[in-house]
């Protein structure tokens, strides 16, 4: 084996021993995630099919999704940051290097594209054709489809940024009219579409020669996937790779302006701050509300199944905010800082309390539909939960920390 | 500087270091006074930052006491750690948190009068950060975040200011900035403990110097009482040092 592809492979070995150690732990202690994600998922399938009419197109549904799923096909190339100082001089050897990075995500991409297929050929056997020959040969051109974003993705990680944006708008509207066709709305005609395939793929051939590596654009991509998987295995345990993204939510942070400047509110002031500006938490928070709150919307009156999707959404975003103590634990200033010795408990506690019930208060605000009683039940039930898990909880949780840290 | 008065921060009889059977650190005694300025020089290696960390609370002692106004941080943690603001020599800061945000949590932090607002704004202006006043400083360049380093630390008006390598990655205007704040602070009544390898620009703003050596003071006192003590009449900070290293190597 030469030298570089040696590299690349000792590359991927590194990166996937330390991955299966955190997926490993995963997988043993939350092994009931996926179930009960399973579940949800089959009684939303149940449910949809219920309620939406027969005549009404599910390509619209199916479409959009698997054009995110086709167009976001990030290379992984395993660049580390000191490769355009030490690899750029051999830039021209490195042939090899990218071939195998570009083979590497198209197999794993290829296996996620499958697996998300799979997960909606319910509706698409349901609705759409119920011939798995269909499905098949849906999934077959799907394929091709990906493997030829996966290349032109490449091709765009050697444009400059603005350019590439341009570029990933132009590659999603061609993905979304191929996954319409596939799903039976053919809003071209199929060899119009074949035609701009084909000019597409002679296209990106074009840029490819006039272009050439982007090294800076390399290196932030790789660290952003690295920060993606490692930001996933934040939620269940600490990452000591973990590099925390920063959002700098000026219009929510406002919300924020009216706590009075006290030593004693220090560390709320601090936490709330931390848990609206760090990316993937805020996110995940407004994503898991948004979730709760369509799910609650479309959902029958049925008192088990609420309850059961209220609570799950809370705990899903009690989990990860609980999580965020982990990287707000460790922190220098606050061995420097005169704030009072409970300060950092009672803050985080606080921030917790007030992510979480106005989780809650969003929620049961949808529910209002059922009728005012359902309202004020709800936000009982969820200042119950939400003072439960940030302060009997939380609270033993961050003391254990406490003891550990002197 | 002659009369007898109650120091600001006392170490006697320091012990101390990472590893409690591995000390790094051998018998330190010194004072910082108010209205001084005590430079801690050494090589590196020399015990300056292990000192620091002893100070600030980071390391415990394995024998002797550190007291700031007579005060241990064993005894009164608090009130310890509001007697003193440091400025780290790698600026250290929360990164989602924008330079006046870090001014509010310092302000909250050593529990500052309202008046606090104009002093930052004063400070802001003195280092050229006004505009910056509102971004992350993940987009500041070095010397940007050490001026935000120096900002926090100056907004508050503690009894001891703990300096580390100060001028490393600033520009002359905020070097010179810095200096009028530390001599300003100073004729306050505040005591200022800098460590630095800058020699001649110390021997300009230090009242008097802790020479530390493989973990021991080798000298102390001022420019003066150096120059006494080593015999070396006339001779500036840097010869002294030199010379007292090079015949500490030799022995």
């Given at each position: ?8 492979f ?43 009419p ?9 479409a ?12 992984r190339t ?18 090899d290097?990218?071939?195998?990075s ?7 991409q290829?296996?996620?594209l499958?697996?998300?297929?799979l ?11 119920p011939?798995s ?13 990906k493997?030829s ?11 400059p ?17 191929i996954?319409?066709?596939?799903f039976h ?7 119009l ?15 490819w ?5 982007h090294?800076p ?9 690295q ?10 345990m600490?990452?000591?790779?973990y ?6 939510r000026?219009?929510?942070v406002?919300?924020?302006?009216r706590?009075?400047l ?14 609206l ?6 996110s ?15 959902m029958?009156?049925?008192g088990?199944g609420v ?35 409970n ?11 007030l ?9 049961s ?6 009728g ?32 550990l840290?002197? | ?12 009889h ?22 001084e300025?005590v ?15 002893h ?56 529990d500052?009068?309202?008046?606090w ?15 910056m ?7 500041f ?35 010179q900035?810095l200096?009028?704040l530390m ?5 306050e ?14 021997e ?8 530390l ?16 003590q080593t015999?070396?009449?006339q ?10 290293t ?6």
């Amino acid at each position: 084996m030469n030298s570089i592809r040696k590299l690349w492979f000792d590359r991927v070995a590194w990166f996937w021993n330390d991955a299966i150690k955190y997926l490993k732990i995963i997988l043993v202690g939350y092994a009931y995630l996926p179930l009960i994600l399973l579940i949800v998922m089959a009684y939303l399938y149940h449910y949809l099919l219920k309620v939406i009419p027969l005549e009404w197109e599910f390509g619209w549904i199916l479409a959009p999704l698997l054009t995110i799923a086709i167009t976001r096909s990030p290379v992984r190339t395993f660049i580390k940051k000191p490769d355009p100082l030490f690899l750029f001089p051999m830039e021209h050897r490195l042939t090899d290097y990218f071939r195998a990075s570009l083979l590497y995500s198209a197999l794993v991409q290829g296996f996620s594209l499958f697996f998300m297929f799979l997960l909606l050929s319910p509706l698409y056997y349901a609705k759409i054709s119920p011939s798995s020959g269909d499905f098949y040969q849906a999934f077959i051109l799907l394929l091709g489809v990906k493997w030829s974003n996966v290349w032109a993705a490449w091709n765009e990680s050697r444009l400059p940024q603005l350019a590439r944006g341009v570029h990933v708008v132009g590659r999603s509207g061609l993905n979304f009219l191929i996954c319409l066709y596939l799903f039976h709305i053919p809003l071209i005609p199929g060899t119009l579409l074949l035609a701009l395939w084909v000019g597409w793929i002679l296209y990106y051939a074009g840029v490819w020669k006039k272009t050439r590596l982007h090294w800076p654009n390399l290196v932030q991509k790789e660290e952003e996937s690295q920060a993606r998987f490692y930001s996933f295995a934040q939620w269940f345990m600490d990452v000591p790779h973990y590099t925390v993204r920063i959002k700098k939510r000026t219009l929510w942070v406002r919300l924020l302006q009216r706590i009075p400047l006290l030593p004693k509110k220090g560390h709320f002031y601090l936490y709330s701050r931390s848990l609206l500006r760090y990316r993937d938490v805020s996110s995940h928070y407004f994503r898991l509300t948004v979730f709760g709150g369509v799910f609650l919307l479309a959902m029958p009156p049925s008192g088990i199944g609420v309850t059961i999707v209220f609570l799950f959404s809370l705990a899903s975003n009690a989990i990860q905010l609980m999580n965020a103590w982990n990287r707000l634990k460790v922190s220098f200033w606050d061995r420097i800082h005169p704030f009072p010795a409970n300060s950092r408990k009672k803050g985080f506690q606080r921030v917790l309390f007030l992510f979480l019930f106005l989780q809650s208060v969003l929620m049961s605000v949808v529910l209002a539909k059922n009728g005012l009683l359902w309202l004020a039940s709800y936000v009982l039930l969820g200042l119950f939960f939400s003072y439960l898990v940030s302060y009997p909880i939380m609270g033993r949780k961050i003391d254990k920390a406490l003891t550990l840290e002197t | 500087m002659g009369e007898v008065q109650e120091p600001i921060l006392k170490i006697e009889h320091l012990v101390g270091g990472y590893l409690k059977r591995k000390p790094v650190l051998h018998d330190i005694n010194f004072e910082v006074h108010s209205n001084e300025i005590v430079g801690l020089i050494g090589l590196n290696g020399a015990g300056k930052s292990t000192t620091i960390k002893h100070i600030l609370g980071l390391l415990e002692p394995v024998e002797g006491t550190i007291r700031i106004h007579g005060i241990s941080r064993q005894e009164k943690r608090e009130l310890y750690q509001s007697k003193l603001t440091y400025i780290p020599e790698a600026p250290i800061f929360y990164e989602q948190l924008t330079l006046w945000e870090h001014l509010e949590l310092t302000a909250m932090a050593y529990d500052l009068h309202e008046s606090w607002a104009e002093t930052a704004s004063l400070l802001l202006q003195e280092f050229r950060m006004e505009k910056m006043k509102h971004w992350l400083p993940e987009t500041f360049s070095k010397g940007m975040k050490q001026k935000l380093m120096i900002i926090c630390a100056f907004l508050a008006r503690p009894s001891l200011y703990v300096i580390d390598e100060p001028f490393l990655g600033l520009d002359p205007r905020a070097i010179q900035s810095l200096l009028a704040l530390m001599d300003k602070r100073k004729e306050e009544g505040s005591g200022i403990l800098v460590s630095t390898h800058i020699l001649a620009t110390a021997e300009r703003f230090c009242n008097r110097f802790v020479l530390l050596h493989e973990g021991r003071i080798l000298l102390q006192g001022t420019l003066r009482q150096l120059q006494q003590q080593t015999q070396l009449e006339q001779a500036s900070l840097d010869e002294i040092f030199m010379r007292v290293t090079e015949v500490s190597r030799d022995e």
